[in-house]
């Protein structure tokens, strides 16, 4: 069996995520095995990265699949271009060793959010944005976001409501760069919780209106408490950016 | 009566253009003229500094209207952001001279024209392109384009019918970029005939094809004749850029 791996961009507006969990056929993954299983000629099990919720875009989600065909990578990613929906595009597909899995070997992951800071609509880019009227407080944003680096329990900033598994997680780095009305905060870790980069953008965007402190970051943390963390950032804002292994 | 001058941002996906020819409802400026009598308490007439056509996008079109009102333009122009849908955004409003009148005033016009050259879809900007699988030669369409610029007159490049009203017009520049899969062609010049800068877009193509030559121009030019040029370019990959007075 070869072991195929494919980098996928998608516009998530359409769909209910990269995986559904009540078998809801609406899915990024769903698309690309049906393509993929029609192409081949035989029933692909596709593999990501990991989930993206409904509504969240990628730019370099990362999935892989195991087949029997000898169609050449080349033919077969021309193929599913072809055939795939035009929000959904694989940009790579490539033979890799039998042992890769996309999910259980990915050692970084960045996801960037994207804010439009602006009373003035974002017109070709509102679907791709958070629009935020009121000015953002940004160096503020910063000191928050420094806070919120490292190695941390993270529950308090998951929708994760209870289990065994660790919620412990190493954010590397969140980079918030402002360029006129556009701000984007870009988070590079070893994993993110479920939805825990929006949970983090709604609370750095509630320091950016001075409804939280920077000062607070710690106290969050610890609390170990969904309750105490900011709102949860629209989908529609965040990018899977890229996947490193 | 004060004279104010808009400067507007649109997605025209959704949109019979800036203003139909059969009392269609649905365009740009129904939509503006709509949302500024409510706002300003009577009938505003809006003047545009010219049409787009259906689902053609601006990032500066011009516009101007009298007005009693004596609302600050500051408080207008988040106002009308406010009410206006999602996809069309008013950037900047001024009063001007009461002598100022967006078309007749206007001296130079850039167009530019999104062409993305690859068979992979792009995911994100697909409805502000031209998808074109087979690889365009680029060199080939600025050597073209080097014999569309100049004093002339375009009627081969226009679907204007028959008219008394001159069809000779100047282009400054045609200028061709590509980065990547991205290719886009920019228009200078000091007026635009019915459909032009997306046949000179259609033709320049062929050319990237190989279907006509850079040397085939002039003879078009020459021949005055609408089907000597090339197809028109579909108006999803159109943008009105800005508008010189």
């Known amino acids: 069996m070869r072991n195929i791996k494919i980098v996928v961009q998608y516009d998530g507006t359409r769909y209910s995520g990269w995986q559904s969990q009540e078998h809801d056929e609406n899915t990024i993954q769903g698309k690309l095995t049906a393509v993929l299983s029609r192409l081949l000629g035989e029933k692909i099990e596709l593999a990501g990265s990991g989930r993206t919720d409904a509504g969240v875009h990628a730019l370099g989600q990362v999935a892989n699949f195991k087949t029997r065909s000898q169609m050449p990578c080349g033919e077969l990613l021309e193929k599913l271009n072809h055939y795939l929906p035009e929000d959904i595009g694989v940009i790579s597909a490539e033979e890799v060793d039998g042992r890769f899995h996309s999910r259980l070997n990915a050692v970084r992951k960045t996801y960037s959010y994207h804010i439009w800071n602006s009373p003035v609509h974002n017109v070709f880019d509102r679907r791709y944005t958070w629009a935020i009227d009121q000015p953002l407080d940004v160096p503020a944003m910063r000191r928050a976001a420094a806070e919120l680096t490292g190695i941390h329990d993270y529950k308090a900033f998951s929708s994760i409501k209870r289990g065994k598994k660790s919620t412990v997680r190493t954010i590397e780095a969140i980079e918030i760069e402002q360029t006129g009305a556009d701000i984007t905060l870009s988070f590079t870790g070893n994993g993110f919780l479920y939805h825990m980069v929006r949970i983090l953008t709604g609370t750095l965007v509630e ?15 610890e609390s170990l408490d969904r309750e105490q963390a900011g709102v949860m950032a629209p989908g529609q804002g965040l990018f899977l950016v890229r996947v490193e292994y």
Chains 1, 2 share one sequence.
């Open 207 to 221: 320091v950016g209106l001075h409804r939280k402190t920077p000062e607070d970051m710690a106290m969050i943390l």
